[in-house]
């Protein structure tokens, strides 16, 4: 079954437009998911890296840096660079492993916790105020495609990460 949009358009059958004004969307979307947070690491002199580091410290602490590597599908100089200012400010801390002691295992501090707290806060009031206005179809919706435009690796990845309650 082919579904239509409430414009009568084909899913199946999109237009270079319709695609075009997707992938535009997706650049505006991310500049307003991305703004309250960048205000927030300007005061810090940090920049998004440092947000994706601490996001996922914060979502697997006591991670390795190898795997926070992985996570991020950075460089390992890009990650040391922002791991050296996390530490030197205090908000995140490196252990020596303790079966390995060439791993370090990353976790944040009070203070990255406290800053961690303050960008997430942000982006779930967005996320949140997004979702209600779209509805429960609408939000799935977006998940699905999300979750395709992913690459295997990613998707995988990303599928993989546990549920936190709280």
């Given at each position: 079954?082919?579904?239509?949009?409430?414009?009568?358009?084909?899913?199946?059958?999109?237009?270079?437009?319709?695609?075009?004004?997707?992938?535009e969307a997706m650049f505006f979307a991310y500049r307003g998911f991305t703004a309250d947070p960048d205000?927030?690491?300007?005061?810090?002199?940090y920049g998004r890296a440092h947000?994706?580091?601490?996001?996922?410290?914060?979502?697997?602490?006591?991670?390795?840096?190898?795997?926070?590597?992985?996570?991020?599908?950075v460089t390992k100089q890009s990650l040391n660079r922002v791991l050296r200012s996390l530490i030197a400010d205090g908000m995140v801390e490196s252990r020596v492993?303790?079966?390995?002691?060439?791993?370090?295992?990353?976790?944040?501090?009070?203070?990255?916790?406290e800053l961690e707290r303050s960008l997430s806060d942000a982006q779930r009031a967005r996320m949140r105020s997004a979702y209600r206005q779209a509805g429960p179809?609408?939000?799935q919706g977006f998940r699905q495609v999300l979750e395709a435009?992913?690459?295997?690796?990613s998707r995988r990845?990303?599928?993989s990460l546990k549920e936190i309650k709280k």
């Open positions: 079954m082919v579904q239509r949009l409430a414009t009568g358009e084909s899913l199946l059958f999109l237009t270079d437009e319709q695609l075009r004004k997707g992938i205000r927030i690491l300007q005061d810090l002199d947000h994706r580091a601490i996001h996922f410290i914060n979502r697997n602490s006591g991670t390795t840096v190898t795997n926070l590597l992985i996570t991020l599908g492993g303790r079966s390995d002691r060439r791993e370090r295992h990353l976790f944040l501090t009070a203070k990255g916790n179809v609408a939000v435009i992913m690459d295997p690796d990845q990303f599928l």
